[in-house]
C-alpha cells in the first residue's frame, strides 16, 4: 500500500505540473505543448534539472536561475495538491477505472480553481473537452447516482440497463448543474441589472454534473455556495476595513459621489470572487464523502 501510495504521489506531482502549464498557458490562448517551460522575463529555457515538481522550486530559492525572476509558490502548491489529490483517490477508490475517473476529475478541478484564482476566467478549452470525458466515462464507470434508475422505473415503468441509467445520471446532472446555475444568473441580471455570474461557471457545472450526477451536482452547488458566501462577506469585509482603494474613495468623495465611506463600501460589496473556484472545492467535497464504490442502483437506493 505504501509503495502503490507512493507511486500514486509521484505520479501526481508530474501531472500536477503539467497543470500549472494548462493554468498559464490555456488562458493565453497559447499551446501547451511548445515552446517548452521557459522563464517569461529572460526567456531562458528551464533545465530538466531545475524542473523537477516541488524540490526544484526550493532548491532554486522560488527564482530563476538566470535572472532571479521570482517563481510563484503557486507552482509547488499546484503540483503537491496533485500529488496529495491522487493519494486520497487511491485510498478512496482503490485499483479501480473508478479512480481513474476521479483522478481526471480532480485534474480538471485544479485547472478551473487556480485559473479562476488568477484570472476569473473558466477557459472553454477545458469545459467542453472536460465535460465530454465525463459523458463518455459515464459509459464505463457508473455514475451511481440514482436518478436515472427513478427516471426508468417511474416513467417507462421498467428497469434501464446499467449503462443507460449511468449515461442518464450523468445528462440528468450536467442538465441540472448548468441550467440551474442559469436560472441564478438570469434572475440576478433581471434584478439587479448587471451580471453577476460568468457563462463559465455555468459550463463547468454541466461538466461536474456529467461526472457527479444529478444528487452530486445539487450538493456541490450548495457547497460551493455556502463556502463562497462565507469567506465572500469576510472579504469584503477585510477589504473594508483594511482602507482598500481610500485615496480613489477620497477623490470620488470631492466630486460629490458621496461619503467616503459609502464609496468604499459600495466599492468593496463589488468585489468579484471566484464562484469556480469554491465549486471546485465544493466537488471534491462531493467525490470523497457523497461518492461511494460502484454498486447496484445508486447511492440512493442502499
Request: proline share 5%.
Amino acid at each position: 500500500m505504501v509503495i502503490v501510495a507512493a507511486f500514486f504521489f509521484l505520479f501526481g506531482i508530474v501531472v500536477g505540473s503539467f497543470l500549472n502549464v494548462c493554468i498559464t498557458r490555456i488562458p493565453e490562448g497559447l499551446s501547451i505543448v511548445s515552446p517548452g517551460s521557459r522563464c517569461p522575463r529572460c526567456l531562458t529555457p528551464i533545465k530538466p534539472y531545475d524542473n523537477v515538481p516541488i524540490f526544484a522550486w526550493i532548491w532554486l530559492g522560488g527564482k530563476c536561475r538566470s535572472c532571479k525572476l521570482p517563481i510563484s509558490a503557486m507552482y509547488p502548491f499546484v503540483e503537491l495538491a496533485t500529488g496529495l489529490l491522487f493519494v486520497a483517490c487511491f485510498f478512496r477508490f482503490g485499483l479501480s477505472p473508478e479512480t481513474g475517473k476521479w483522478i481526471l476529475f480532480c485534474c480538471l478541478l485544479i485547472v478551473f480553481a487556480i485559473t479562476d484564482v488568477r484570472v476569473r476566467i473558466l477557459p472553454d478549452a477545458v469545459n467542453w473537452p472536460g465535460f465530454a470525458l465525463g459523458m463518455l466515462f459515464s459509459l464505463v464507470v457508473p455514475v451511481n447516482d440514482g436518478a436515472g434508475y427513478v427516471l426508468g422505473v417511474r416513467v417507462l415503468h421498467r428497469v434501464l440497463p446499467d449503462t443507460l441509467i449511468s449515461f442518464l445520471d450523468a445528462s440528468l446532472g450536467a442538465l441540472f448543474g448548468g441550467m440551474f446555475l442559469w436560472g441564478v444568473a438570469t434572475l440576478y441580471r433581471a434584478v439587479r441589472g448587471r451580471e453577476g455570474m460568468g457563462q463559465g461557471d455555468i459550463k463547468m457545472m454541466a461538466l461536474i454534473g456529467s461526472f457527479v450526477g444529478l444528487r452530486g451536482a445539487f450538493f456541490t452547488i450548495l457547497l460551493g455556495t455556502l463556502l463562497g458566501s462565507i469567506l465572500g462577506v469576510l472579504v469584503i469585509l477585510a477589504i473594508y476595513f483594511s482602507g482598500w482603494k481610500t485615496p480613489l474613495a477620497r477623490r470620488a468623495s470631492r466630486r460629490g459621489l458621496g461619503s467616503v465611506n459609502g464609496v468604499r463600501w459600495a466599492i468593496a460589496s463589488r468585489y468579484q470572487l471566484p464562484l469556480g473556484t469554491f465549486l471546485a472545492v465544493g466537488a471534491l467535497a462531493v467525490m470523497f464523502f457523497l461518492t461511494g464504490p460502484s454498486s447496484g442502483r445508486g447511492l440512493l437506493f442502499r
